[in-house]
């Protein structure tokens, strides 16, 4: 099984450089290539695939005018051709939308590296154009043995430098099959509710630092545009946001990884998020709950240690079908948070709504 194993590191001035101005080619590339796709295909009606942006790519070098890609590796340049082609595919295969300019302030600027642009040695990586191994902060060992495939240099917002290696980890291994299922209902008050009758509180990061966030923002609205202090001062922002963020992707990884190890099948609702976000009252809270992020880790997860992620359709009337008798109720506004069917049983909105999921989930199986 294929992992990626990433890491900080800190790079050199010299270092720092190339990989800026490989972030700049590759996001000047990515652009490039989509205008042209979209232009070849609103004039010709024809389409143009990874080949031919490609073959684009080597008479821009030769142009004047682009002369300067030739100063960075042309590898992550030709990665940013097949992402988009790849982006394309989802489009055309209705799983996306139609491919983004990548923006200079909003994308997160990085680089992907085949095994032909690298050297690694001794557990010492440098990539090309470069004459000095990266300085890198080994939190966690690779796999004995791990030669990476691929390299992905990135760099956030508070200007922090990741690298993730893409390896064969042999230690991924599918866990002894359970008779363990667990349903579970994703809410705001409670981050989920598990059919067992167990809820996981939402620990609310962003409400945490709240305050913190909004006086940085004070901060930032008060300076003057284009001026140090402003950049100063959206630094400031950024390290609260990017807390905000490392807080709730670690909490996240430790609850999906303990319901993956406990339970051979997870039921999930298929929520729109995007259409939920809408709500102006609780589209801050949704957010903050990352219900997508936690999805998305179950899924591949689940895919690594061999257990089966089920989701069962988001018009299903998990909370208004009682769990014991199957009546259905007519109306159950969101303020209700407990309730009584006509049989006596007594049900927790929540609970009730995460038992009716793994029921469904396992009749669908």
């Not at 080949?51 to 340049?77: I, M, R, Y």
Request: proline share 4%; hydrophobic share 40%.
């Amino acid at each position: 099984m294929k992992r990626a194993y990433k890491y900080r590191f800190y790079p050199t001035f010299e270092q720092a450089d190339v990989l800026n101005r490989t972030f700049g080619c590759v996001r000047l590339v990515y652009n490039r290539a989509l205008v042209e796709r979209t232009r070849v295909y609103a004039n010709e009606r024809r389409s143009m695939a990874y080949v031919q942006s490609s073959a684009a790519l080597t008479e821009w070098k030769k142009s004047e005018e682009l002369a300067f890609l030739n100063e960075v590796s042309s590898v992550p340049l030709q990665q940013a051709l097949r992402h988009l082609q790849a982006a394309f595919g989802a489009f055309f295969a209705k799983r996306a939308r139609y491919p983004r300019f990548k923006s200079k302030r909003k994308s997160r600027p990085s680089a992907e590296y085949t095994r032909s642009a690298f050297r690694w040695r001794d557990g010492r990586l440098t990539l090309a154009k470069m004459t000095q191994p990266l300085n890198i902060v080994w939190s966690r060992p690779l796999p004995d043995g791990a030669q990476p495939s691929t390299v992905t240099v990135s760099r956030d917002g508070v200007g922090r430098w990741f690298i993730s290696l893409l390896v064969e980890d042999p230690t991924v291994q599918s866990l002894p099959p359970s008779d363990q299922a667990v349903g579970i209902d994703a809410g705001i008050t409670s981050l989920v509710t598990l059919s067992t009758g167990k809820k996981i509180t939402n620990p609310r990061h962003e409400r945490a630092d709240r305050r913190r966030l909004a006086k940085a923002q004070r901060d930032l609205c008060r300076k003057e545009k284009g001026s140090n202090n402003r950049a100063k001062a959206r630094l400031r922002v950024a390290r609260v946001h990017a807390r905000i963020a490392d807080r709730r992707r670690d909490h996240l990884h430790k609850l999906t990884t303990r319901l993956v190890r406990e339970n051979q099948t997870v039921v999930i609702e298929d929520l729109n998020v995007r259409t939920m976000l809408q709500n102006h009252s609780l589209a801050r809270a949704i957010s903050d709950a990352a219900w997508s992020e936690l999805r998305g880790m179950l899924e591949y997860k689940a895919q690594w240690y061999g257990r089966t992620v089920i989701t069962v359709d988001r018009w299903f009337p998990s909370s208004k079908l009682c769990s014991a008798c199957g009546a259905l109720q007519q109306s159950l506004p969101l303020s209700v948070r407990q309730w009584t069917c006509p049989c006596g049983a007594v049900h927790d909105r929540d609970i009730n709504a995460a038992r009716n999921i793994l029921a469904a989930g396992l009749a669908e199986r």
